[in-house]
């Protein structure tokens, strides 16, 4: 009983860190579009690519510090999760589709949370 | 109810629906909406509605670095058939993409300084401008990139850029046409290739007999050509990536060929799979109905083409998901081809200028 109790006083801490909290946000694959995310996103957050179109995509991550994250393939109806490793402005492009690109800018980890 | 008086019912209940099918059947085949072997049917409403997007732009995208001007255009039309811009003088980039061949060379690879025949086939460069990767393997993101690669490439023209600047300033004829495009500036590579991507952006494909289709003139394109638009779109599942008005999404697919070329898989990480093999979608506008096909110009006929998409191509880890088997009739085949002839307009002519 006293474990149990300690584990959620850390969750809650965790939880109630603020800064240091991740946060999961979805990315939308439409067609030959990515739809992009309104809030704003950080260091150690976790982004689900939900590929919703009818085709299959690749995409992959390029930080501000040149090195890349290869999602793996991804056929319709699939989710693949990334968490975001390097602060600053990155590039996410598909393999396959060179046409489709979004640009997104990662705030450092200990930055202010989302609203 | 008698034997009699229900047979009646029967054959008049039968004979309605008989009609109405005929009826409705009719309707479809009036607006061209069925394949002719029945697998492949589409609405009229979902042609409409596919149709829009396959309706060409209005006008030439020019980037802002590399804006257009008339006379940007015609000194990239010189620099383009002038064969001086080679390291042996013999080779320009008509050689290989002939305006009279249908801007490629009609060879299953293609060949220039050296006599070594390259390891891929020339693709087109017609509606170049709306381009989003170029090259087989993507390896350019822009024309004013891709113009430089075949002009320095040891088997293509084989010329350095800084042997380029040099060539250039040699030739008197080329001191008024840069300084009349790049007033005060010297006589450089850069702005060399500057010119002939403008002028490549110009070469746009002219109207097809598909495209006045798209525009409202119904009897543009025969019924086989109509029907094989719907294969297109639907059991022969080419939209996947031929799609759009320049029919092809540029985008990047291993598609089972018989290769030791790994495209774009030399570009990419050896985690991404799915990239080994792959290459560029081309358009099949103005396809040349006599081949050869594919990157490698391995195929002869568009017959031969057909065939491999309904095998669906060697199976191997890269292998696109997009390429499944398709089982096409020899009426659906016929009718493919014959809407392929539509997309062929009349040929994009420039018997080149005069050099200096």
């Known amino acids: ?115 | 109810m008698t034997f009699r008086r229900a047979l009646s019912c029967s054959i008049i209940v039968s004979s309605v629906a008989t009609f109405l099918t005929v009826v409705a059947r009719g309707n479809e085949l009036t607006t061209g909406v069925e394949s002719s072997a029945g697998s492949a049917r589409m609405s009229a409403a979902a042609i409409d509605e596919l149709k829009v997007k396959f309706r060409r732009p209005t006008s030439i995208p020019f980037p802002k670095s590399n804006p257009f001007d008339e006379k940007k255009k015609e000194l990239g039309r010189t620099l383009f058939f002038d064969p001086r811009l080679s390291v042996t003088g013999s080779v320009s980039c008509a050689s290989c993409h002939d305006p009279n061949i249908g801007w490629t060379d009609g060879l299953a690879r293609g060949v220039g300084v050296t006599g070594v025949p390259l390891p891929r086939r020339t693709p087109g460069i017609v509606d170049a401008a709306w381009l989003t990767a170029l090259m087989w393997d993507g390896r350019a993101d822009t024309l004013e990139q891709q113009a430089a690669m075949p002009i320095t490439a040891e088997h293509e023209m084989g010329m350095p850029l800084d042997g380029l600047t040099k060539r250039l300033n040699e030739i008197d004829g080329y001191k008024s046409l840069f300084e009349a495009v790049f007033p005060g500036k010297e006589i450089n590579a850069k702005n060399a290739i500057a010119a002939l991507a403008t002028y490549e952006r110009t070469l746009v494909s002219n109207k097809s007999s598909f495209d006045r289709w798209i525009d409202g003139d119904a009897s543009a394109i025969s019924a086989a050509a109509r029907r094989g638009f719907v294969v297109f779109n639907s059991t022969g599942r080419c939209n996947k990536c031929h799609s759009g008005w320049r029919f092809t999404d540029d985008s990047f697919h291993d598609i089972g060929l018989r290769s030791e070329d790994i495209g774009r898989g030399k570009f990419a990480p050896p985690s991404v799979t799915i990239m080994k093999h792959a290459f560029k979608t081309p358009s099949l506008r103005n396809a040349r109905m006599s081949g050869p096909y594919m990157h490698n110009g391995s195929m002869k006929t568009m017959e031969e083409v057909l065939d491999h998409y309904e095998k669906g191509g060697e199976l191997r880890p890269s292998l696109s998901p997009e390429m499944k088997p398709v089982k096409l009739s020899r009426q659906e085949k016929d009718d493919l081809l014959a809407f392929l002839k539509t997309l062929g307009g009349p040929p994009l002519a420039d018997k080149g200028p005069e050099l200096p």
């Not at chain 1, 240091?20 to 995310?37: K, P």
């Not at chain 1, 976790?46 to 991550?61: A, E, I, K, P, W």
Request: charged share 20%.
């Open chain 1, 1 to 115: 009983m006293r474990v149990v109790r300690a584990l959620i006083i850390a969750t809650v801490m965790v939880l109630s860190s603020g800064p240091a909290y991740s946060a999961e946000h979805t990315l939308i694959m439409h067609h030959m579009e990515l739809e992009e995310i309104t809030v704003p996103v950080r260091v150690g957050d976790v982004v689900n690519f939900d590929n919703r179109s009818d085709m299959t995509h690749n995409l992959y991550v390029t930080y501000s510090d040149g090195t890349v994250d290869n999602l793996d393939t991804q056929v319709p109806g699939t989710q693949r999760k990334l968490t975001l490793r390097v602060a600053g402005p990155a590039i996410i492009k598909c393999w396959i589709h060179p046409i489709i690109r979004l640009e997104m800018e990662i705030a450092p980890k200990d930055a202010p949370a989302a609203p």
